[in-house]
């Protein structure tokens, strides 16, 4: 568990605040002790709210870590990964994903969890680790999804544990109706040939995935399209195990598309999104 008082912030989490990536991997590698102790980050979300963090959490919310500071992270206290910080109860691997961390991270996260025994199926521990909620009761996934993740970002995490798209939040959005409302035609293939029944599911305030579609997306009418098939038990999407999109993309800066909210369902995907993020 986490400490419920306030400790001192280490030399660690000072280099980690300033960036300064050399010094703090110089620190891990001959103080490998520091990775294991938490301490209370001010305004860790948002710059409004404190956390009682480690340093992975730290570090993963920092989109331009180095890969290889978050292995080191990993190797000196690897039962970080399934640490949860102490306001909404993230786990690294959600920190990671609200910020938009490189697919590469998100890889080393999900390898790290071999090191670890924490998680209740043991021949698998990624998996576990993708199912995480925290106490908005949502999976990393959700968060890589609003936050208009790399597509090998949310490929890796789809198959690291492809019934996360069963995942429901605290307002019953599915990582499918989260992708609808702001994310890419080739995302919303992925999650429908995983669980192509969550086309059906419908948020606490009656919404479908298809209703949550953003109109001015240039993608709207196939999108909506593939959500109507799916409903109606037809299959036009591509298989997860066939598709094109290289894993390797995960070291490629991928453009991240606009978007806007859409008019229809306004006031329940505003009011979603803005603690989604």
């Known amino acids: 568990m986490l400490m419920t008082s306030k400790p001192t912030k280490n030399k ?69 990964l399934y640490k949860p910080e102490s306001s909404y109860q993230r786990i690294p ?45 949502r999976i990393p996934l959700h968060y890589a999804l609003s936050n208009q993740a790399d597509a090998a970002t949310v490929r890796l995490l789809l198959e690291a544990c492809p019934i ?11 990582p499918l109706h989260v992708a609808a409302s702001c994310h890419r035609l080739e995302v919303l293939r992925w999650l429908l040939e995983a669980n192509p029944a969550a086309a059906s599911a419908v948020t606490l305030q009656g919404s479908l995935p298809q209703q949550v579609l953003q109109r001015s997306n240039p993608q709207y009418a196939v999108m909506l399209q593939l959500l109507k098939d799916a409903r109606n038990g037809i299959t036009r999407s591509p298989s997860l195990q066939t598709t094109t999109t290289p894993i390797r993309r995960a070291e490629e800066d991928v453009k991240q598309e606009r978007h806007t909210p859409l008019v229809r369902e306004w006031e329940e995907l505003m009011v979603h999104r803005s603690v989604l993020v």
């Not at 996360?164 to 939040?169: F, I, P």
């Open 12 to 80: 660690l989490s000072l280099a980690l605040m300033d960036q300064q990536w050399t010094v703090a991997l110089k620190l891990v590698q001959e103080k490998p002790k520091l990775a294991g102790h938490s301490f209370v980050l001010q305004g860790f979300f948002e710059g409004l709210k404190d956390a009682t963090v480690f340093p992975l959490h730290q570090a993963c919310a920092c989109p331009q870590v180095p890969v290889a500071l978050i292995e080191a992270l990993i190797q000196a206290f690897p039962a970080a």
């Open 93 to 137: 691997l959600h920190c990671a994903c609200r910020t938009g961390a490189r697919p590469a991270v998100i890889a080393a996260l999900l390898r790290g969890a071999s090191l670890t025994i924490s998680g209740v199926n043991e021949s698998d521990p990624a998996h576990d680790m993708c199912l995480q909620k925290d106490n908005l009761q």
């Open 164 to 174: 996360s798209t069963h995942a429901v939040d605290q307002r019953g959005w599915t």
